[in-house]
T-cell receptor, first 113, second 115 residues
Framework: DSGVTQTPKHLITATGQRVTLRCSPR?????VYWYQQSLDQGLQFLIQ???????AKGNILERFSAQQFPDLHSELNLSSLELGDSALYFC????????????FGPGTRLTVL | DQQVKQNSPSLSVQEGRISILNCDYT??????FLWYKKYPAEGPTFLIS?????DKNEDGRFTVFLNKSAKHLSLHIVPSQPGDSAVYFC??????????????FGTGTKLQVIP
């Protein structure tokens, strides 16, 4: 158990819908990262937050947005969902924002029908 | 553009033998490298890391070697155990990234250790 929690574990929805994925980092970790893993693909970095502020952006679509709240939990919002958005979404946390090992949650499996 | 490449999607090794997982990178700004292990239905778990000032880092059965001139790193597992069967991801990031960390992951190598 990494100490990072993600909810929900599974999510099935339809095209065009909007969903919110939630992540609680390990106690004491200030940085949260979001990744997408599609079938047979590596982990694609989406976005990083550090202590409430956006710090780094990767291949995140405009239809996706994220935020980190004062209690340090984070949410990833996915809107106007398409079939290709079906993937595993991982959240990770680290103590700081620079090259500490990241601790990953168990992931949320999103299926868009 | 795949900046971190793991060209072997899978690898099978006998228990007790050495497992060697390879990773190549193209971005010369990368100077911090990590290996993660992932079991099915779980998130990746950090295994070992190395910065570009070193060419080797060892932790128990796991050793990572870095060849900066070839932009190549490898993970050696000796001796391999059935519990090592998992997908291994290589990852890289710039060290001095101004207070943030944009990590690029490879596509993973699935290791099977045969008893």
């Amino acid at each position: 158990d990494s100490g990072v929690t993600q909810t929900p574990k599974h999510l099935i929805t339809a095209t065009g819908q909007r969903v919110t994925l939630r992540c609680s980092p390990r106690s004491g970790d200030l940085s949260v990262y979001w990744y997408q893993q599609s079938l047979d693909q590596g982990l694609q970095f989406l976005i990083q937050y550090y202590n409430g502020e956006e710090r780094a952006k990767g291949n995140i679509l405009e239809r996706f947005s994220a935020q980190q709240f004062p209690d340090l939990h984070s949410e990833l919002n996915l809107s106007s969902l398409e079939l290709g958005d079906s993937a595993l979404y991982f959240c990770a946390s680290s103590q700081s924002g620079t090259n500490n090992e990241q601790f990953f949650g168990p992931g949320t499996r999103l299926t868009v029908l | 553009d795949q900046q971190v490449k793991q060209n072997s999607p899978s690898l099978s090794v006998q228990e007790g033998r050495i497992s060697i997982l390879n990773c190549d990178y193209t971005n010369s700004m990368f100077d911090y490298f990590l290996w993660y292990k992932k079991y099915p239905a779980e998130g990746p778990t950090f295994l070992i890391s190395i910065s570009s000032i070193k060419d080797k880092n060892e932790d128990g059965r796991f050793t990572v070697f870095l060849n900066k001139s070839a932009k190549h790193l490898s993970l050696h597992i000796v001796p391999s155990q059935p519990g090592d069967s998992a997908v291994y991801f290589c990852a890289a990031s710039p060290l001095n990234s101004g207070g943030y960390q944009k990590v690029t992951f490879g596509t993973g190598t699935k290791l099977q250790v045969i008893p």
